[in-house]
């Protein structure tokens, strides 16, 4: 009796979530490449050169800002990639491809000015780039190296190689102090900040490439080619997964860590997770294409980004 009572709870538990449809979208010129929220504003990078500013709680467009257009590879003039964007008081970041052999240019707007830090002569190939503080940016290069970039010297000072394989994403922790580096390998770094050292390894969960992270409330979780959301405890070291029906591209952590965030299924569709139980709490249904950004605004209202021109906005509380 008892063990049939288990097997009905576990399965009331596994199929009772709720199917949420977006709330509202927001149309952009170009395709989201990343986007984050900071200081109740929403940044998405786009294909088409330039940052979209919007007021996350309007969803009111406050601000575009471009970068200049580059040449092809065959020479032909184009608006330039933005692969990567954040902000900070009232300075933006935006990393982009030049055009150039795979190399990368990185700006930053502040003052209504644009200025370059990095450009193709400097034949520098990163992926993203993400401010610590005013005048410190930190840098994810292809080669899974991360370095500290200051502002005002346009100097490193670190770079620290992080493995033989190819990276994948990083993400900082609330207080910029950690952030926690995916590669191909499916082993995550934890990396200091102040010194660029690792000062642990999470491992286990993933056996290939981290497309995506995320690191809130002392918690990391991950998106696997190998159909694996992984959440670990950064400080036990410990970790575990949710099997998955496909590649999974995007994951977020909401504020508490609490709630997870993964792209499960072929169809776009996100599913949000009790982090401690694993069980499922809600479906969102509508996104078009492959995922690459989700954010938790608060526990229960996200953000997500995927390769076309609409940013979808959730509350897991209007079904």
Same mark, same amino acid.
């Given at each position: 009796? @008892? !063990?049939?009572?288990?097997?009905?709870?576990?399965?009331?538990?596994?199929?009772?979530?709720?199917?949420?449809?977006?709330?509202?979208? *927001?149309?952009?010129?170009?395709?989201?490449?990343?986007?984050?929220?900071?200081?109740?504003?929403?940044?998405?990078?786009?294909?088409?050169?330039? *940052?979209?500013?919007?007021?996350?709680?309007?969803?009111?467009?406050?601000?575009?800002?471009?970068?200049?257009?580059?040449?092809?590879?065959?020479?032909?003039?184009?608006?330039? @990639?933005?692969?990567?964007?954040?902000?900070?008081?009232?300075?933006?970041?935006?990393l982009?491809? !030049?055009?150039?052999?795979?190399?990368?240019?990185?700006?930053?707007?502040?003052?209504?000015k644009? *200025?370059?830090?990095?450009?193709?002569?400097?034949?520098?190939?990163?992926?993203?780039?993400?401010?610590?503080?005013?005048?410190?940016?930190?840098?994810?290069?292809?080669?899974?190296?991360?370095?500290?970039?200051?502002?005002?010297?346009?100097?490193?000072?670190?770079?620290?190689?992080?493995?033989?394989?190819?990276? !994948?994403?990083?993400?900082?922790?609330?207080?910029?102090?950690?952030?926690?580096?995916a590669?191909? !390998?499916?082993?995550?770094?934890i990396v200091?900040?102040?010194?660029?050292?690792?000062?642990?390894?999470?491992?286990?969960?993933?056996?290939?490439?981290?497309?995506?992270?995320d690191?809130?409330?002392?918690?990391?979780?991950?998106?696997?080619?190998?159909?694996?959301?992984?959440?670990?405890?950064?400080?036990?070291?410990?970790?575990?997964?949710?099997?998955?029906?496909f590649?999974i591209?995007?994951?977020?952590?909401?504020?508490?860590?609490?709630?997870?965030?993964?792209?499960?299924?072929?169809?776009?569709?996100?599913? *949000?997770?009790?982090?401690?139980?694993?069980?499922?709490?809600?479906?969102?249904?509508?996104?078009?294409?492959?995922?690459?950004?989700?954010?938790?605004?608060?526990?229960?209202?996200?953000?997500?980004?995927?390769?076309?021109?609409?940013?979808?906005?959730?509350?897991?509380?209007?079904?």
């Open positions: 009796m @008892r !063990s049939l009572l288990g097997i009905c709870l576990f399965t009331l538990s596994t199929f009772a979530f709720t199917t949420v449809d977006p709330v509202a979208t *927001i149309d952009i010129n170009g395709t989201a490449k990343d986007m984050i929220l900071s200081a109740n504003k929403l940044v998405v990078a786009t294909d088409m050169g330039h *940052i979209e500013v919007y007021d996350s709680t309007s969803r009111e467009k406050l601000q575009e800002i471009s970068i200049p257009d580059v040449k092809d590879f065959m020479g032909d003039i184009m608006p330039a @990639r933005i692969m990567s964007a954040d902000m900070i008081g009232g300075q933006y970041l935006l982009s491809d !030049s055009g150039k052999g795979g190399y990368s240019n990185l700006h930053l707007f502040k003052e209504g644009l *200025i370059k830090l990095l450009g193709p002569e400097d034949k520098e190939a990163i992926i993203k780039a993400r401010f610590v503080d005013e005048t410190h940016i930190l840098l994810g290069y292809l080669s899974d190296e991360v370095a500290l970039l200051d502002t005002q010297s346009k100097k490193e000072l670190y770079r620290t190689q992080l493995s033989e394989s190819k990276f !994948s994403d990083f993400m900082l922790n609330e207080k910029k102090t950690e952030a926690v580096f590669c191909e !390998s499916g082993v995550l770094s200091d900040l102040k010194s660029g050292k690792v000062i642990k390894e999470l491992k286990g969960q993933n056996l290939d490439n981290v497309y995506k992270v690191f809130k409330a002392g918690k990391v979780s991950a998106a696997g080619q190998d159909r694996r959301g992984s959440i670990y405890d950064v400080e036990r070291g410990t970790g575990s997964y949710i099997e998955g029906s590649l591209y995007a994951t977020a952590l909401s504020p508490s860590a609490k709630k997870v965030a993964f792209a499960m299924d072929e169809k776009n569709n996100i599913s *949000i997770y009790n982090t401690s139980t694993k069980s499922k709490i809600a479906l969102l249904k509508g996104q078009k294409s492959t995922l690459n950004v989700i954010i938790f605004q608060d526990e229960n209202r996200l953000f997500s980004a995927s390769d076309d021109n609409k940013i979808m906005v959730w509350d897991l509380n209007k079904k």
